[in-house]
């Protein structure tokens, strides 16, 4: 019967044609999986600190914001980079200019150690009482008091604590205690430094080549020397702040000359603890 051939004629090309299919199939390459689309954050990131209104707060003492056009208080915190929360230790707080901002800065949930080596709680300008004084006028409960050796050991309880460690026209002192050795002082703030933690040191500079020499004298320090000093201690130099350079400071007459008192010219180190 002819319809019948031509039928099963059919059935056996559609079934070829579906044999061929399968087989190129089978060879091809199979296509890619598609990548999934990363997965992205629902969560802000913080808020930078608003260093402006910090430093205009109107609680903090009359004094210091008269002082502010000098000391540049919003760019020393940008320099920094202080955020809430965290723990700063300051060295020899003296009047208390930078504690009222490092205290508005870090806020109740940060702390800020007001510190005073033991070699010198013993001197006549009472640096020890001043820093009690300071934490009981600000009645701050972030804001306490330590004292122990320059050279430590940190106490348990301060090691790898802090977030930053700051020192303001200070070091040059710590050269004029009697065998001061800035090995053993430069690693007591490493131990004290969480991992990544900044450590910044600001001082009146010396004629360059000066080392420490002056320190007793005019009461400033060489600020290369002191980066090589510290560097030398294992610490990663983070960059410098030219924000309070003055090249009309002759920089051999003492700070306290009428004509450098409060515009000498100062250097601004960061430091960096690895990690």
Not at 24 to 45: F, L
Not at 84 to 112: I, N, R
Not at 120 to 127: A, D, E, G
Request: proline share 9%; charged share 25%; aromatic share 8%.
């Amino acid at each position: 019967m002819p319809g019948l051939k031509t039928e099963t004629k059919l059935v056996k090309r559609l079934a070829c044609l579906l044999l061929s299919a399968a087989s190129i199939g089978a060879c091809s390459p199979q296509a890619p999986e598609p990548t999934p689309s990363p997965v992205q954050s629902t969560e802000a990131a913080p808020a930078a600190p608003d260093y402006a209104a910090i430093a205009a707060d109107p609680s903090r003492p009359a004094a210091d914001r008269d002082a502010d056009n000098l000391r540049k208080p919003v760019q020393m915190l940008e320099f920094a980079q202080l955020e809430e929360g965290q723990a700063v230790l300051e060295m020899l707080p003296g009047a208390g200019y930078f504690t009222h901002l490092f205290a508005g800065t870090v806020g109740e949930s940060g702390s800020v150690v007001l510190y005073v080596p033991d070699e010198l709680v013993s001197k006549k300008w009472v640096p020890l009482q001043r820093a009690e004084e300071l934490r009981d006028a600000m009645a701050d409960p972030a804001v306490s008091v330590a004292h122990f050796p320059l050279s430590g050991p940190v106490p348990e309880a301060m090691a790898e604590k802090f977030d930053l460690v700051w020192t303001s026209r200070n070091y040059h002192d710590f050269h004029n205690i009697e065998e001061f050795d800035p090995a053993a002082y430069n690693a007591m703030v490493m131990d004290l430094l969480k991992p990544g933690g900044f450590y910044v040191v600001l001082d009146h500079s010396a004629p360059e080549g000066t080392a420490a020499q002056h320190s007793d004298t005019t009461h400033r320090i060489d600020g290369d020397f002191v980066r090589r000093e510290i560097e030398a201690s294992g610490f990663l130099y983070d960059g410098a702040s030219a924000v309070l350079s003055n090249p009309e400071d002759p920089r051999d007459i003492d700070v306290r000359d009428p004509s450098v008192i409060g515009r000498t010219d100062q250097f601004i180190l960061r430091f960096r603890k690895s990690g």
